[in-house]
Nanobody
Framework: VQLQASGGGLVQAGGSLRLSCAAS????????MRWYRQAPGKQRDLVAS???????DYAVSVKGRFTISRDNAKNTVYLQMDSLKSEDTAVYYC????????????WGQGTQVTVSS
């Protein structure tokens, strides 16, 4: 499985961005997909998750502002980010968890999001 993230950029505080993560391979609909982020000098933190059944979960810091979704026909997961704050500045990574006899984990290359105040 290969993951290709895109959509990052520079935006003013209060603005919006939509990140996309395209996955290769079959059986995408069975993957659990997540977005993580890592700010300079900090650990990588979970931002949002969506299960194969469409159940979503969010970090407290982004709940109500970010929305994760998936399009199984396009093998793509999205992260809609609204009301962006300077503290959302980070490299955002998509992640796939695949269950096939055992757990496989895959990471995308990351996309930079910079929010100017």
């Amino acid at each position: 499985v290969q993951l290709q993230a895109s959509g990052g950029g520079l935006v003013q505080a209060g603005g919006s961005l939509r990140l996309s993560c395209a996955a290769s391979g079959s059986r995408f609909s069975t993957f659990t997909m997540r977005w993580y982020r890592q700010a300079p000098g900090k650990q990588r933190d979970l931002v949002a998750s969506i299960s194969s059944g469409g159940i979503t979960d969010y970090a407290v810091s982004v709940k109500g502002r970010f929305t994760i979704s998936r399009d199984n026909a396009k093998n793509t997961v999205y992260l809609q980010m609204d009301s962006l704050k300077s503290e959302d500045t980070a490299v955002y990574y998509c992640y796939a968890q695949v269950l096939y006899l055992r757990v496989y984990e895959y990471w995308g290359q990351g996309t930079q999001v910079t929010v100017s105040s």
